[in-house]
Every structure is written in C-alpha cells, then in structure tokens.
C-alpha cells in the first residue's frame, strides 16, 4: 500500500466511523407517539446496539492501527529533491 492509498483509506475509516458513531448516539431508535389523556413515547432500537457498539470500536481501532503505520513508514521516509533552506521566510531588518 502506498502512502497516498493509505491516507485515502484513513479518510474512508474517518468518514465510516462518524458515521456509526452518528448512528449509534442518535438515529439508532425508532419513535412512536401515542396520543390520548396524556402523550406517550415509546422508543424502540432499531439496531442491535451492542453490534453496533463493536462495529464502531472495530472501525476505530483500525483507524488507530493505520494511523500508528503511516507514522512508522513517515519516519523511514526521506523527502526527495527538497533543501530545506531557513532564508525562504524572509527576514526584515
């Protein structure tokens, strides 16, 4: 895997995981009202929640696995044709 397909999956991981995690803290239930002396809600999951739980957890632990590598694979890697040169800021006097 290069390291441009390895940020694109991360970007992919990310935009799973909010996502689920989306799911899992709000649209996770299905609302009936019930109307008559007084109103009545009732609350139903709709997903599994503890399924949905592992599912967020196992996206997150990848997103942690791939990030750890991608730091290991940046530190063996060296830029190439670069100079850093300090008098491209610019100094006033």
Request: hydrophobic share 40%; aromatic share 6%.
């Amino acid at each position: 895997m290069t390291i441009d397909e390895a940020l694109r999956w991360m970007q992919t991981l990310k935009a799973r995981h909010t996502e689920l995690v989306g799911l899992r803290n709000k649209n996770a239930t299905d609302s009936s009202r019930y109307f008559g002396d007084r109103e009545v809600v009732v609350e139903k999951p709709i997903y599994d929640v503890k399924a949905l739980d592992k599912l967020v957890n196992q996206v997150a632990k990848e997103l942690r696995k791939l990030d750890e590598s991608i730091k290991k694979t940046n530190v063996l890697t060296q830029v190439i044709s670069y100079e850093k040169d300090e008098a491209a800021l610019g100094e006033l006097s």
